[in-house]
């Protein structure tokens, strides 16, 4: 656990964000409290999440444009089946019908396909619904689909709703990874790029803010490396990615070593 890491710590990260792209902190906790009351009376267990992730080597995969070619890497490796992952919205997508793997964690805002993450909720998949003023109508609607989730926040948490930190739904499954104690986190698909993957969106409405978001989470993930002192072994697999400092190279054959 990076046990420097606090929810006052994120606060000037959550007031810069909100200055840069003029979101409305009310709005954002109007859904989260929306959140908490869709989750009541089945709300997945923390602790249970936590026991899955612990101690753990954990994937975690963004949508960027690597993706596939990661997967198909750590395939022909044989190496996917043996690690926790954790994928990002619509990295659920190509885990199951490319890798025909189920993700074990699906963190998301409910943009990506909404089919494929119940799914693999029926699965076996954990999904972790994060709430903000931009996804109330879809709340609404597809909550009550899912037989049970964990929520979560960018402001106040509430009950069954967390504030895991994180902005984006890649770089917040990274500081998800960490809350539950991994003790290996490798990036898969987190270029941060100029490019925008073909899974991150289905449709995305300003390329400039999304290269905006992107470069936000690349300083989080930095941040979240900087804090850490070595409580979690940090790697970055990504193909064609840029550097994330803190965050080490290594290749899909490397990775039985860390299990």
């Not at 690690?83 to 490319?98: E, F, M, N, S, Y």
């Not at 709703?161 to 994180?166: A, D, E, Q, S």
């Not at 960490?178 to 409405?205: H, N, Q, T």
Request: aromatic fraction near 6%; charged fraction near 25%.
């Amino acid at each position: 656990m990076v046990k420097q890491l606090e929810l006052k710590d994120w606060w000037p990260w959550y007031r810069r964000i909100v200055a840069t792209f003029g979101y409305d902190q009310a709005k954002d906790q109007a859904a989260a409290d929306l959140l908490s009351k869709l989750l009541s009376g089945k709300a997945a267990d923390v602790s249970l999440l936590k026991k899955r992730v612990a101690d753990h080597a954990v994937l975690v995969f963004g949508a960027g444009p690597s993706l596939e070619e990661d997967l198909r890497r750590m395939m022909h490796e044989r190496v996917l089946q043996k690690l926790i992952t954790v994928v990002a919205d619509g990295a659920t997508t190509p885990l199951l019908h490319v890798a025909k793997a189920v993700p074990d964690v699906i963190v998301t805002d409910l943009d990506g396909i909404i089919s494929d993450i119940v799914s693999a909720q029926r699965q076996g998949s954990t999904v972790i619904v994060h709430a903000h003023g931009d996804n109330i109508k879809q709340l609404q609607r597809y909550v009550p689909e899912l037989p049970c989730a964990v929520g979560s926040t960018q402001v106040e948490p509430r009950p069954n709703v967390y504030n895991f930190l994180g902005f984006t739904d890649g770089d917040r499954a990274v500081f998800l990874a960490a809350a539950m104690e991994a003790k290996v986190i490798v990036l898969a698909g987190m270029d941060f790029g100029l490019a925008v993957g073909k899974y991150s969106k289905p449709r995305v409405k300003s390329l400039m803010v999304k290269r905006k978001k992107l470069k936000i989470s690349r300083k989080l993930l930095e941040w979240l490396a900087q804090k850490n002192q070595g409580d979690i072994a940090l790697y970055n697999l990504t193909a064609n990615g840029e550097k994330i400092r803190g965050f080490r190279r290594i290749q899909p054959e490397d990775l039985d070593k860390l299990v």
